[in-house]
């Protein structure tokens, strides 16, 4: 059994293969760490234990900068290789819009989410673009597998290139809520930066919703297959002009889910 300690992440293998990894913030180092096996305050494992070591290991070096098309999020040192999206461009390089009818399109056809860099199909979309006050944003989804346990990312529009909670970090954003196939959809305003539509609907696995979210300036409307899921007042709306576009985002783990034909144009 091996587990490595890394500044942004930690592996546990057995026999050499990973079995889990997870995501880890704010850490630091210790200078009189206490060392127990077994501890005093659980009754001893029925094990035997050899080989018991500890080493240093050096930083994993990457691009650090999660709004970079290549950002990695298990490297703890920048090695200044970081790519950043261009305007009314994805990762790959591609021209996402607009097009004559003003529809903006990030992904076509149909992909599952994953937050790997960008490499490959199944990679993460990630775009930069200007949002007006008036848009509307469209796209297929389907659950699939089972509900992840913990909060999983389905969309994120951030302008401050944040996560949560000031306003421009999520406008909007999609969930799962941990364990079910909720939506769980914030769209922030100067007064609320993490202000939730609330939806409470559940969504059943392996059935395909086309979802369409209508985000006005003093208003925000989620439609689940033509039919409204919630609608809130919005005040005050900042017009942005570069907004970063996740599916799913560098934060959470992906939604098990699958989307298509994600789309945003303006509305009048």
Known sequence: MRIDIRQTHVEVFFNNQLRCTEPRGAVHEWNQAHLYMSDPWHTPAKA??????????????GCTNHLACNFDDKAGLDDGSCNMPKMNRDCFGRNIGPDNQGVMTFIQGRRQLSNSPTGGSNGQMHAIVALPLDFQ?????????????????????????????????????????????????????PSVGNDECVISNFLQQNTHYDIAIDVRSTSVTVSINGVQACTEKRANRAVFSAVHVYASDPWYTPANAMINDFKMKALA
Not at 53 to 61: R, V
Not at 149 to 178: E, K, L, M
């Open 48 to 61: 035997t234990v050899t080989g018991f070591q500890m080493e240093q290991l050096s930083p994993k070096s």
């Open 137 to 189: 944003i469209t796209f297929g989804l389907t659950p699939i597998n089972q509900p992840v346990q913990r909060w999983s990312n389905i969309i994120h529009f951030t302008a401050t290139g944040d996560n949560c909670c000031a306003y421009g970090d999520r406008i909007p954003a999609v969930w799962f809520y941990p364990k079910m196939f909720r939506l769980h959809t914030i769209d922030g305003q």
